[in-house]
């Protein structure tokens, strides 16, 4: 069975530093990788995917992520933080051997929250 | 760039009722997806549906949800019987399932639906 783990809840970080927001992963075969991120009353915005290639990921917003098959993880990094990148970030993945309609399982969520 | 529109964006009914939540994927995206989420919790995965079936479902999708593609255009998921627990953000998505679309999912901005 396909799962997600997002172990912190919550991550701290001040402004200007540098932010890490962890996800590990267990699927059955190769997994596509997703991260979303939800500001509040609001949809979720998609930030980045991993397919196939290189482990760094770049995505939307100056966020990245790399893929670590060993330790099944793909964490999601920037390397300076803003206030406005405080918000509801979600880890998701899907096993690639699954079918084209196969669902997207998701991470229970990290709250980013960026101080001034 | 194509959006996955859904409509209303708050829905308040009152227990017992039905509700349709609406949805417009992409037009050229084969794969449909409802996801819900309960306020600020873990996004769930409900139901996908691809060539006019079900493909896979959840166990909270029981017998008081059902999805239709009506005319090719509208994606809807039906609640029967509303109760206070239903109470949640319903998100729709799409997906063309593969290369040919780099395997991306488009989720809409969201129902929230309250069941009061």
């Known amino acids: 069975a396909q799962s997600v783990a997002q172990p912190e809840d919550q991550v701290n970080v001040a402004e200007g530093n540098p932010l890490t927001v962890k996800c590990t992963y267990s699927v059955s075969g190769n997994p596509y990788l997703f991260w979303y991120v939800q500001y509040p009353n609001r949809g979720l915005q998609f930030l980045l995917k991993?397919?196939?290639?290189?482990?760094l990921v770049k995505g939307s917003y100056g966020f990245e992520a790399e893929f670590n098959k060993s330790q099944t993880s793909f964490h999601l990094k920037k390397p300076s933080a803003l206030v406005s990148d405080s918000a509801l970030y979600f880890c998701a993945v899907r096993d690639r051997l699954s079918g084209g309609y196969n669902k997207l399982i998701f991470g229970a969520g990290t709250r980013l929250a960026v101080h001034p | 760039e194509p959006e996955v529109t859904q409509t209303p964006s708050h829905q308040v009914t009152q227990m017992g009722q039905e509700v349709i939540l609406r949805c417009v994927p992409i037009s050229n995206h084969l794969y449909f997806y409802w996801y819900r989420q309960i306020l600020g919790q873990k996004v769930e995965f409900l139901v996908s549906f691809y060539n006019n079936e079900i493909s896979e479902k959840s166990e909270i999708f029981d017998d008081q949800f059902s999805v239709e593609r009506p005319d090719g255009s509208n994606f809807t998921l039906k609640i029967r019987s509303t109760k206070l627990e239903d109470s949640a953000m319903y998100f729709c998505?799409?997906?063309?399932?593969?290369?040919?679309?780099?395997?991306?999912?488009?989720f809409g901005s969201g129902t929230r639906l309250t069941v009061v």
């Open positions: 998505a799409s997906s063309g399932g593969g290369r040919q679309t780099n395997y991306g999912y488009t």
């Open positions: 991993y397919i196939t290639g290189d482990n």
